[in-house]
């Protein structure tokens, strides 16, 4: 099994996507409309002839085929770092697709080099540009809050302008860092008609009676009974029944720490955040997915690998059912954040924002972009400040990606009262 795949740009590809962009969008992703403003549009214009790296959150599969809308409107093309088992999709159509029109493959938690080298002559090359999404793996499925940023992203930048000033002294690099909204367009009578029915399948699949319960409610005790199923299933007892979000975490650790076991991982931390261990297991187990064999890893069996697989899944479902999360701002789209998590559970589904299917309702599309600045800006003038810089450089770009999230908040309001679940 081939481990790196270059990009190939192939013109008729990048006409015919081009031409049918707005129609992929809809099919792909029930995206209707890409929102920019006539200012930012003016501003992305002037990028034509920098070398640029575009950073964006990174929810869900839908940013890069929306990256490569904002590349049309500085009319100039992006490379794109895609994770390596996306390539496999639909037996290798989805790798042989993003291929042709600039992505290339990396496979996450791991020294690629191939993948590092390509991404650096990309940036290195005069007005090169790629797009990168620091959250990198796994995608969230939380369109309003950013998962912690891979510091990956910021030497490999360093790395790009150190290899274009070997050509030219004078060389540099723009950041143009944005955040990415989807707002349903759907009116509230048929967003809650949605909603209703959905969750009233899922009630009977998992035998509840929903009695006389408002819809927050009926979301919330979906979720409570899911998660005691899988207490039930992984024998574990809860300390405490009413900290929802503790007892969530305890079951996304004991399967992340079983799996690791099963893999038998070299230096995992049991006691690392559940994040940092997801970024650890999974990359492992879609590059033993893919054929990417590891002499320090055990060979395992199909079964075995689809079971490893599916038990990450299950950690990527529960790690949005955050009760709070919900209560506090129940918007549409937070209702179907955790619905499409429900139905990975319950239904054995691939999650959307690990290209399973479209979301239920047409969206929109709103992008936000912060200041692009120079990555100069950001140089050490010795070796002592390196680190210094470095950690400004990366918390710059969270703040600046943060700041346009709040912006972008004011676009949905809640579908039901916050906090109110009834009697």
Excluded at 369 to 385: C, V
Aim: charged share 30%; net charge positive.
């Amino acid at each position: 099994m081939e481990q790196f795949i270059p990009p190939k740009l192939n013109p008729f590809v990048l006409k015919t996507v081009d031409a049918l962009a707005p129609i992929l969008m809809k099919i792909m992703h029930n995206i209707e409309k890409i929102i920019i403003s006539d200012e930012d549009k003016a501003m992305l214009k002037t990028l034509k002839k920098e070398r640029l790296i575009f950073l964006s959150n990174h929810p869900s599969t839908a940013e890069p085929p929306i990256a490569y809308l904002i590349a049309n409107i500085i009319e100039d093309r992006f490379k794109y770092m895609g994770s390596r088992q996306v390539f496999e999709w639909m037996r290798g159509f989805v790798g042989k697709f993003i291929q042709s029109i600039g992505a290339f493959s990396v496979v996450a938690g791991t020294t690629d080099r191939p993948s590092i080298k390509m991404a650096r002559s990309i940036i290195a090359q005069e007005s090169g540009k790629l797009a990168i999404f620091p959250e990198g793996e796994p995608t969230s499925g939380e369109n309003e809050n950013l998962m912690p940023f891979q510091p990956g992203i910021v030497q490999l930048a360093y790395w790009g302008l150190e290899d274009a000033r070997k050509v030219d002294p004078n060389a540099d690099i723009v950041i143009l860092p944005a955040f990415i909204k989807y707002v349903i367009k759907s009116p509230r009578e048929k967003i809650l008609f949605r909603l209703h029915k959905s969750i009233a399948k899922i009630e009977k699949k998992i035998g509840i009676n929903p009695g006389k319960k408002n819809l927050l409610r009926r979301f919330l005790t979906a979720g409570r009974v899911l998660l005691e199923q899988a207490e039930n299933e992984y024998r574990i007892i809860p300390k405490d029944k009413k900290d929802f979000n503790y007892r969530i975490g305890r079951v996304r650790h004991h399967i992340l720490d079983t799996v690791a076991e099963k893999l038998q991982i070299q230096n995992y931390d049991k006691e690392a955040h559940a994040i940092t261990k997801w970024r650890q297991v999974f990359p492992i187990v879609e590059m033993l997915e893919v054929g990417i064999m590891d002499p320090k890893l055990p060979n395992l069996s199909k079964e075995d690998l689809h079971w490893a697989k599916n038990e990450c899944i299950k950690t990527y479902d529960f790690s949005i059912i955050k009760r709070d999360n919900l209560m506090e701002h129940p918007t549409p789209e937070r209702f179907f954040e955790w619905l499409d998590r429900y139905e990975s559970i319950v239904y054995k589904r691939k999650p959307r924002m690990l290209g399973g299917v479209p979301s239920h309702l047409p969206r929109d599309a709103y992008v936000f972009f912060a200041k692009p600045f120079k990555l100069s800006e950001y140089l050490p003038s010795n070796k002592s400040e390196k680190k210094t810089m470095f950690d400004s450089l990366l918390a710059r770009l969270r703040s600046d990606i943060e700041e346009q999230l709040q912006k972008a908040s004011k676009l949905t309001t809640p579908l039901v009262t916050p906090n109110d679940i009834g009697d």
